[in-house]
């Protein structure tokens, strides 16, 4: 690996391990066996590769949700349909399940992000094919054939989901739902859906 490879995968360990706001460049250049020069050489600043190492890392994580990681069970139901929402929320809690701390590393993420513009609007547009990645996981297709509208709708309403699941399995574990609970409020919603006359 060159420098720029080390570097994100220092990165990596210094969030997992410390966080975002507790990382410092020096932490990154020791984790790597770099030095300072090469952050701002190959990523600009501290900041813009620890943005890059995290959606990396999200990008790495959320290949169990369609069960393609290791060990994650691959989805054999019909996309559209109930039973692939349940097989993907399963397997994404899944991952919630996992000693890892990268959900909470996520909420970190969003809340520091008013505060460094930079990441924030780096994570925007990271955030953006992320909505696109979940249409197609849970309906099907291919990522470059969703309309943005699709994007704008769908893909931001499972990101809505998605964050929301996340927050209640950082704050409380015990108490948050599973795919059972969210499978069975999505018939509730739509067994109270009435169609537009």
């Known amino acids: 690996m060159g420098h720029r490879e080390d570097l994100l995968e220092g990165a990596k360990r210094c969030l997992l391990e410390k966080g975002f706001a507790r990382t410092t460049a020096r932490d990154i250049v020791k984790a790597s066996g770099t030095n300072l020069a090469s952050i701002g050489y190959h990523y600009g600043s501290k900041d813009a590769l620890l943005a890059q190492a995290y959606v990396a890392m999200v990008g790495e994580l959320s290949q169990s949700f369609d069960g393609e990681g290791e060990g994650a ?5 019909e996309p559209g349909t109930v039973e692939r929402f349940h097989e ?3 397997n994404v809690i899944a991952t919630m ?3 890892d701390p990268q959900w909470r590393l996520s909420m970190e993420m969003l809340v520091m992000g008013d505060q ?3 990441v924030r609007d780096h994570l925007a547009l990271a955030q953006r094919e992320g ?3 979940l249409v197609t996981m849970f309906m099907g297709g291919r990522e470059e054939d969703v309309p943005e509208e699709t994007v704008d709708t769908l893909g931001r309403f499972y ?3 998605l964050i929301g699941l996340i927050a ?3 704050f ?7 795919a059972d609970a969210l499978t069975e409020g999505l018939r509730q919603v739509l067994a109270a859906a009435r169609p537009e006359e």
Do not use: F, H, I, Y
């Open 73 to 77: 069970p691959e989805l054999t139901s």
């Open 88 to 90: 993907v929320w399963s």
């Open 97 to 99: 399940k996992e000693p």
């Open 116 to 118: 460094l513009p930079e």
């Open 131 to 133: 909505d696109r990645g």
């Open 159 to 161: 990101t809505t989901l």
């Open 168 to 170: 209640q399995w950082t």
């Open 172 to 178: 409380d574990s015990k108490s948050a739902p599973d």
